[in-house]
């Protein structure tokens, strides 16, 4: 299965090839591997209806327990055919679809890796792995909804698919990890075991509802359902495709499979029969209000997908059952629905229902795969569509009555019959608005599409009819298959067309008969439902739109406050939150162990020094000239100097005062060429105020801190090992030299490079000027230091602030 | 054995004066900045072969026992820190000999790339606490005078925010070092490691950490701390935001691991909580504040913060799989945000501009571009199989084990906004089409040969690494793991350093 897969990818890296070398007959050439892979897949339905399955097992990343693992079982089977079978047409379809179109070697190389992903999704064992080709589909899905690139709604629709999608998946992955944890395990088929162990576990609920986010996301539940219907701005082999046929349904196939290890919980079954139906009955009422045909079928899809949801969430045989032929039926008759609709578009330039009519004698082929997928569609006997409505009465009767949730079966089969007669009306929209009745005049002239383009509808369409005459076979291969994976336990079932005069054949009878009085009414249908839309004033689509322009929002107003530009606000936060920091953890831990000023042993010289040191600070501060304020420092730094020789360090005394010297000199030179300092600094006083404080809290704790040391003993062994060395291994008497050139010599290597730096990036930034900058104003070069309080200049504008 | 130690610091530092001495020569110059970085490279693969075959390397300069001298050591982090400066070091120059202009090498770009990889690689070998500002501060000044070169008004802006900030850090670091020193008497950090436990002051000691975490903070440009980054990233030459987004604020991440691993472990629930809540905080401020950007370096120098938050994470769990995710996500990080970097300057060579406003049309003109800019920006994104995925899922898993919920939802959200806003540059750039016109965006054929294979050529080795490292992940998780083991068992490094005599 591994190779299957690869195979796939690699095939989708080939395709583009294909499709530039053969363009007129890519889309053939290109279905070949599907469509031996949907034959392959086929080989394995005897042995698994049999009761076998296989696994398969290749060490990806041993050391996080990922497998590239696969398992093909009753439901994974089921679906790999649907991926390759499906697959296989639409590829053929594509190739005519958009012939000519210049990105069509792109669109194959996409659609063949969706393809590749999607069938590891649905074939993989492990669940890392199948979040990897989780991610992989939803991506693809991306880059294929944004196909037509050169418009915005796609552009919007595609972001808000992958949006969704991937936030949803990200949930999903925290869920699933946790699974692996608590489960002792990530492969699916283990974890199937220890489901009543899961089930029990206190993180049961959070491991539930995480995965769900990933699930309804990914298949488009309520209130997430609102990505799908945009998605439809893909080309239509896109839409039937990955928005109908497969990739929506990860999130049903997730559902399904983690059924029998989370599943049969009252979290579990109340969660997906209630959003399930809600979603059934909400895709069903947007889908009548539609007039594109495209839309229409996109909203019936949600359906699809909720009452889908809704039978995994009511289990047992009935609902399983019910599940396998609803899933295949959906596949075939949607999938012929959406390309036949396709065509149409492609033939005559439009999909609105009003503007089309009578089509049938123009395009019977066509007409004859739309109408065959229509009335499986709307449930209507011998289809397999009958079959799956008939079914899923009996499933929620069968919660109503013994289920132990009455109230929710009785609810949720009324929602049932309203949606499947909603669902009844649009396969009436859908065909025979545009085939039957007068003829309308169409943008282009409408006649047959090309083989290519019916290929595909017709044999869905053919396929919904022939299971649903040979079900017998269905059951046998598939159905029974199918049922055994969500139990997790081999299931007898028997499905068929004729089960007496049963309730649920009633409620069929009364569907058939509510869905033909809306069709007939439906025009008043759709205003009704517009008002009560418009009365409600909810859009999920818009309230999207919001949330996203208020993440926006909210982004560029934090970033305001964080990043406002300013040098001074940037220095003022840090050495504040550093204040607080280190004052805060002192505080905590009792480390304030300084003595008091007043004990400190210091002789008058040194208390004299620091007085001085004092008063020179803040003659800096205070100062309105550079040259003063250069002047005050060159005081504190030459007293510092002082202190150190008073305190027994010539060495570093001496170099003190050499550097300070130089400082003073140089800097007074240079700001002989600045102007004038009083033009910019007129702070005003509650910032002076602030800025005041800030300072002599920092500096008070850095002292605190200091002293707080400084009363500890220093251990004095290196500086031992320094002074008894330096002579007789160093061969040096200053023992400070000896530590800067032998001991310590690669800091001394650092330290040269640092000053040759500075000397060369000084050299490089005079010289590099560029030539307009040097003619201009000396106002503007000061400006560019942004350090003065008062208007931002012109560069603070335009400098990091968003 | 030393050589192996301390060839990665002397190839660079000898490349730059030599590069200095044919100031003036142009073509000999690159010649020789390019030769460096290549010889650079080896001497960094030499060093990781050795220490995964051997282990531990430790060498004594000068041959004065540690902790009296200074100790190079490389442990399987310090090594794999080296390697991939070496791989950036060698493809950024590369890139550079076509990017740069004639003004900014006549003016000494190659020496001062050079000292630049010099100080990074001596802050990742030393095994000195003080050692380490010295490198920290060749760092700083190469940095500095790297970001002014060309003296562009805007970056002139950048540059002085950049160096001011870094100045509150280098002072806060000297702080730090000045009172650890006082409580213990040393400055080698194993050293360090065995004499700390006896100070018996533990509030200074936890007081001196809280220092040490402000300091390589700003470094790191974690929240709240992380200012400069954000001014100055988008400013400079391509090449030369690239390699600062790809090294510079990693070696500040790095002597955050080694410090809060080696040595301040002592008070793991204050200092490392700390860290906790500082890392999601870092993640959701960089990701909000590329949320709201619209020029493509300013979108990415956010999302640098950002990813810093997720490998602060992968320390503050400080749990052996935490740190493995800390490790892998730096070198993923390393790789990918460099190569988006080196992206976004061939987008600008296209299409005219950073400015997403004022570019388009990328995704018909020049599908190679499309792959080599869809590679790491999905894995930054954090989507699979790409590096990006694993460094993610591993941080995650990690913080589920230890029952860290809040970091671990704010971990899945921020993806979900890198996301976001890594599509957003997709949208505008590559899928939308041109505002001036189609003819505005030009194609990757359309560059000169030499230019292709020196642009083009280390974008595509990068985009190959992200994908290599996404499909065959165990190879580096083995690395990463041998790296989490030391960096938690302590001894093996402790005992390197100090158990060697010459």
Redesign the interface.
């Known amino acids: 299965m591994l190779s299957a897969i690869l195979g796939i990818f690699a095939w989708a890296v080939i395709a583009p090839i294909v499709a530039r070398r053969w363009p007129r007959h890519a889309g053939w050439v290109l279905a070949i591997p599907p469509a031996f892979l949907t034959v392959w897949f086929a080989s394995f339905v005897p042995g698994i209806a049999a009761g076998e399955a296989v696994r398969e097992v290749t060490p990806?990343?041993?050391?996080?327990g990922v497998n590239l693992s696969f398992y093909l079982d009753g439901l994974s089977v089921t679906f790999a055919l649907m991926i390759c079978g499906i697959g296989a047409l639409i590829v053929v379809y594509s190739g005519g679809y958009l012939r000519g179109d210049?990105?069509l070697p792109?669109f194959f190389l996409f659609i063949l890796a969706f393809m590749g992903s999607m069938l590891g999704v649905v074939l993989a064992d492990n669940v890392?792995a199948l979040?990897?080709f989780w991610?992989?589909t939803s991506?693809t899905s991306?880059l294929l909804i944004?196909y037509l690139?050169?418009s915005?709604q796609s552009?919007r629709s595609a972001?808000q698919a992958?949006?969704v999608t991937?936030?949803g998946g990200?949930?999903m992955?925290?869920g699933l990890?946790?699974l692996g944890?608590v489960g002792g395990g990530f492969e699916l088929s283990e974890l199937a075991d220890r489901g009543g162990f899961l089930r029990e576990h206190p993180y049961y609920t959070a491991i539930l509802f995480l995965i769900l986010a990933g699930a309804f996301t990914k298949s488009a539940q309520f209130p997430f359902h609102f990505w799908l219907p945009n998605a439809m701005d893909a080309p239509t082999p896109v839409s039937a495709y990955l928005h109908s046929a497969t990739m929506v349904k990860a999130g049903i196939y997730l559902m399904a499979r983690l059924a029998p290890t989370l599943g049969g919980t009252e979290a579990w079954t109340l969660t997906l029969v209630t959003v399930g139906s809600i979603t059934a009955v909400l895709g069903a009422v947007l889908a009548v209000r539609q007039t594109d045909l495209k839309r229409i079928l996109a909203y019936t899809t949600i359906t699809a997908l909720g009452q889908l949801t809704m039978l995994i969430g009511i289990g047992g045989t009935y609902a399983l059952e019910t599940f396998t032929v609803y899933l295949l039926a959906h596949a075939c008759y949607k999938g012929a629905l959406f390309m036949g609709v396709g065509a149409v578009d492609h033939e005559t330039g439009t999909r609105q229902v009003g503007e089309l009519g009578g089509l049938l004698r123009l395009m019977p082929v066509t007409a004859a795969a739309i109408g065959l997928a229509a009335l499986s569609n709307a449930g209507l006997p011998p289809f397999l569509g009958f079959i799956g409505k008939e079914f899923m009465y009996s499933s929620t009767l069968g919660l109503a009555e013994d289920g132990g949730m009455p109230a929710l079966g009785w609810v949720v089969t009324a929602a049932m019959v309203v949606s499947n007669a909603l669902m009844m009306v649009t396969a009436g929209l859908v065909f025979i608005k545009p085939f039957l009745g007068a003829r309308t005049e169409t943008p282009k002239a409408a006649h047959e599409a090309p083989i290519g383009l019916w290929l595909g509808p017709i044999v869905l369409a053919a396929a919904g009819l022939g299971l649903g005459v040979f079900h017998g076979e269905l059951e046998r291969l598939l159905v029974a298959p199918v049922a055994a994976s969500l139990a997790g336990r081999p299931m007898e079932v028997h499905i068929y067309l004729w089960g007496g005069l049963t309730p649920p054949l009633w409620l069929s009878v009364a569907t058939v008969a509510l869905g033909i009085v809306l069709y007939l009414g439906w025009p008043r249908v759709k205003a009704g439902f517009d008002g009560v839309a418009a009365a409600l004033r909810y859009d999920s689509d818009r309230g999207w739109d919001g949330f996203l322009k208020g993440?926006?929002k909210?982004?560029?107003a934090?970033?305001r406050v964080?990043?406002s530009?300013y040098?001074r606000?940037?220095?003022m936060?840090?050495?504040t939150?550093?204040t607080v920091?280190?004052a805060a953890?002192?505080v905590?831990?009792?480390?304030?162990?300084a003595p008091s000023l007043m004990e400190l042993d210091a002789p008058y010289t040194a208390w004299a020094l620091a007085l001085i040191v004092l008063t020179a600070t803040a003659a800096a501060v205070l100062a309105t000239s550079r040259l003063v304020a250069i002047l005050s420092l060159g005081v504190v730094g030459v007293v510092i100097a002082l202190i150190f020789l008073l305190y027994g360090a010539p060495d570093v005394a001496i170099t003190q005062f050499m550097v300070e010297t130089l400082v003073v000199i140089i800097v007074a030179l240079v700001l002989a060429r600045l102007p004038r300092l009083t033009a910019f600094a007129r702070p005003n006083r509650r910032s002076a105020l602030r800025d005041a404080v800030i300072s002599i809290a920092f500096g008070a704790v850095?002292t605190a801190?200091?002293l707080?040391?400084?009363d500890?003993p220093?251990?004095?062994?290196?500086?031992d090992?320094?002074a008894s060395?330096s002579l007789t291994e160093g061969f040096g008497r200053n023992v400070v030299n000896v530590i800067l050139v032998?001991?310590?010599?690669?800091?001394t290597l650092?330290?040269v490079?640092?000053v040759t730096?500075?000397g060369?990036?000084?050299?490089?930034?005079l010289?590099?000027?560029?030539k307009r900058?040097r003619r201009e104003s000396p106002e503007d070069a000061d400006a560019?230091?942004?350090q003065q309080d008062g208007k931002p200049s012109v560069?603070?504008q335009?400098?990091?602030r968003? | 054995m030393s050589w192996f130690l301390i060839a990665p610091i002397l190839v660079p530092m000898t490349t730059a004066a030599l590069a200095v001495l044919l100031w003036n020569q142009r073509p000999a110059q690159r010649a020789v900045s390019a030769c460096g970085a290549g010889l650079h490279l080896i001497t960094t693969i030499l060093l990781m072969v050795q220490v995964w075959r051997g282990g531990i390397l430790a060498g004594q300069m000068g041959d004065w026992p540690a902790p009296f001298g200074i100790t190079l050591v490389a442990d399987h982090l310090s090594a794999v820190m080296v390697l991939i400066t070496g791989v950036m070091g060698f493809g950024v120059c590369l890139y550079s000999l076509s990017d740069m202009n004639e003004n900014r090498e006549n003016n000494g770009f190659h020496p001062l790339y050079h000292v630049l990889l010099t100080g990074v690689t001596g802050a990742f070998i030393t095994g000195d606490l003080f050692n380490l500002y010295v490198w920290f501060e060749v760092m700083l000044i190469a940095s500095f005078a790297l970001l002014a070169l060309g003296s562009e008004k805007e970056q002139l802006d950048g540059a002085i925010k950049y160096a001011a900030i870094n100045l509150v850090s280098t002072v806060m670091f000297l702080i730090a070092i000045g009172t650890l020193y006082g409580l213990t008497g040393t400055l080698n950090m194993a050293d360090l490691a065995l004499r700390l436990p006896h100070v018996e002051q533990r509030g200074l000691v936890t007081t001196i950490a809280v220092l040490f975490m402000i300091a390589f903070g700003i470094k790191s440009a974690v929240f709240p701390l992380f200012f400069w980054l954000p001014a100055s990233y988008h400013t400079p030459a391509v090449a030369v935001s690239a390699i600062f987004a790809g090294l510079l604020t990693k070696v500040g991440v790095y002597a955050l691991v080694r410090t809060f691993t080696l040595i301040f472990t002592s008070d793991v629930a204050y200092t490392h909580g700390a860290l906790l809540v500082v890392a999601g905080l870092t993640m959701v401020t960089g990701v909000l504040g590329a949320a709201a950007q619209n020029e493509i370096r300013r979108i990415l120098s956010f999302h640098i913060i950002s990813q810093i938050g997720y490998m602060i994470m992968g320390l503050a769990l400080y749990t052996p799989l935490g740190l493995i995710g800390a490790v892998f996500y730096l070198v993923h990080h390393i790789i990918v945000k460099t190569n988006l970097f080196l992206v976004a300057g061939i987008i600008r060579r296209l299409t005219g501009s950073m400015e997403l406003k004022r570019i388009g049309g990328l995704y018909k003109a020049s599908p190679l571009l499309v792959v080599l800019f869809l590679i790491p920006a999905l894995s930054l994104s954090g989507i699979p199989p790409l590096s990006g995925f694993w460094a993610k899922l591993v941080l995650i898993r990690a913080s589920l084990e230890i029952g860290s919920y809040a970091i671990a939802a704010t971990a899945v959200l921020v993806g979900a906004l890198t996301l976001f806003s890594m599509t957003k540059i997709w949208g505008e750039a590559f899928w939308k089409p041109h505002p001036e016109g189609p003819a505005r965006t030009l194609g990757i054929g359309d560059l000169t040969a030499t230019e292709r294979a020196l642009l083009i050529g280390p974008i595509m080795v990068f985009a190959a690494l992200t994908i290599a490292i996404g499909l065959w992940a165990q190879p580096f998780l083995d690395l990463a793991t041998r790296a989490s083991g030391e960096l938690l068992e302590r001894t093996p490094y402790i005992d390197a350093v100090m158990g060697v005599r010459p």
């Open positions: 990806w990343i041993p050391g996080l210049a990105m792109r890392i979040i990897v991610e992989l991506v991306f944004g690139h050169d915005p552009r972001l992958l949006l991937s936030l990200l949930i992955m925290a990890i946790l944890i993440l926006v909210l982004a560029a934090q970033t964080i990043q530009g040098l606000h940037y220095v936060f840090t050495i939150f550093t920091a280190i953890t002192m905590a831990f009792d480390a304030l162990t850095v801190l200091m707080s040391v400084i500890l220093i251990p004095l062994d290196l500086s090992f320094f060395r032998d001991f310590r010599a690669v800091d650092g330290e490079l640092v730096t500075a060369l990036g000084a050299f490089s930034l010289k590099a000027r560029p900058a560019t230091s942004s560069i603070e335009n400098g990091d968003p």
